[in-house]
């Protein structure tokens, strides 16, 4: 039994609608199925109540996949370092720091006539 002939909703179609966001995810029903129930009607599930038996949800993952998005991989230290140096306001900071430490190791020269200080 495929996805078509059972749920009257093809993985592709659900798919693109999954590039929606918001109002135009919405819009986007409501062009294509009329409105949130009918679609419900389609995919045969409840807005309200969900699913609860435990083989038709399996039934479901066979003929529309996991329901699963798989964990992106985490960037390096670095990788965010480089990133975070990307921001101009830290590039002023910075900026600002080696000036500051610049200063802080500068004296200027003694003038005898004012005496030490």
Not at 43 to 52: A, D, F, I
Not at 62 to 88: M, R
Request: aromatic share 10%.
């Amino acid at each position: 039994m495929s996805g078509k002939a059972a749920y009257e909703c093809t993985v592709e179609e659900l798919r693109l609608l999954m590039d929606y966001r918001g109002t135009e995810a919405r819009d986007k029903i409501v062009q294509d199925y009329g409105d949130m129930k009918e679609l419900c009607r389609r995919l045969k599930t409840s807005p309200t109540h969900g699913l609860s038996d435990p083989s038709d949800i399996e039934r479901r993952r066979q003929i529309f996949g996991a329901n699963y998005i798989p964990p992106q991989k985490p960037k390096a230290f670095l990788q965010l370092v480089w990133e975070a140096l990307q921001d101009i306001t830290l590039i002023i900071l910075v900026a600002a720091a080696i000036i500051s430490l610049g200063l802080s190791f500068y004296s200027p020269p003694h003038d005898s006539e004012f005496g030490n200080f």
